[in-house]
């Protein structure tokens, strides 16, 4: 990681982005600045394997600003959650969320045994870098077309079915949020998606490990409820354990 300092000129404004659970995140200019810490190394060299490797549409690292932020490249383009249902549901962003994701374990394999220091606590079995939070709200669109991920702050070691599995949760989709999405193929959706990525899983392999998934999210966020005092955290544990029970009833119709 680069050790010079990216100071803020003062013509440069800071405009807080949407999201942030993990500490808040702001734009300036064309970069973003956020919360570093004792991780912050292991993400960086994480971002610049990925960058080296070819994979385009991720930030590129750019050390620390004067005020000990962690400085990124601002990934160009709209956020895919927020996208109208015609985009965000359609084949052509689900198939190329499956090809990026696999781009991106494939390239993370040099980092497994590296020995560096994550915020996520690593999960057997360690195959790739997950990312960990490979969702539709941290995916980048533009021109309505996929063209990049962000926010890999929470990243570690572990399967490639625990990213690929939440992916599934958040673009097949199964999520009890997901906006008008109630027409959609669910079945066929995952089965492009394990195509995509190249998957040779199951459906019922990767539903079963998205309501692992899920399980390790409500407790993961119900702590962030008690740690900042946000009731809406608590809303969402309150879907996610309603979802992993969701996905238990699809598995048991489907035995």
């Known amino acids: 990681m680069s050790n ?9 404004t800071e405009e807080v982005l949407a999201g942030g659970n993990m500490g808040e ?16 190394p292991a993400v960086q060299r994480l971002l610049e394997v990925l960058g080296d490797a070819g994979v385009s549409g991720i930030p590129r690292p750019l050390g620390l600003d004067e005020r000990g932020r962690e400085v990124l490249s601002f990934v160009e383009g709209d956020n895919l959650a927020a996208a109208d249902p015609e985009l965000l549901w359609s084949d052509r962003v689900l198939i190329g969320a499956g090809e990026l994701l696999r781009r991106l374990h494939d390239a993370s394999v040099p980092l497994v045994d590296a020995g560096l220091l994550w915020r996520s606590t690593a999960r057997e079995p360690v195959e790739v870098i997950c990312h960990n939070d490979f969702a539709t709200y941290n995916l980048i669109v533009r021109d309505s077309e996929l063209v990049g991920a962000i926010d890999f702050d929470l990243a570690s070691p572990g399967p490639r079915l625990w990213d690929l599995a939440y992916l599934a949760y958040r673009i097949v989709p199964y999520a009890a949020d997901a906006p008008e999405s109630d027409e959609l193929d669910r079945d066929a959706r ?32 119900r702590e962030r409820a008690a740690e900042t005092g946000r009731s809406d955290l608590l809303e969402h544990a309150a879907m996610y354990r309603s979802d992993a029970a969701a996905i238990r009833r699809r598995l048991g119709e489907r035995d």
Not at 6 to 12: C, G, V, Y
Not at 32 to 37: E, I, L, M, S, T
Not at 204 to 214: C, E, F, K, N, P
């Open 4 to 12: 010079d300092a990216h100071a803020s000129t003062p013509d440069e």
């Open 25 to 40: 995140v702001v734009r300036v200019g064309v970069t973003v600045r956020r919360p570093a810490g004792e991780w912050t």
């Open 190 to 221: 995952l089965r492009a998606l394990l195509d995509a990525y190249g998957s040779d899983a199951s459906p019922q392999q990767v539903l079963a490990v998205a309501a692992d998934r899920l399980d390790q999210l409500e407790t993961f966020t």
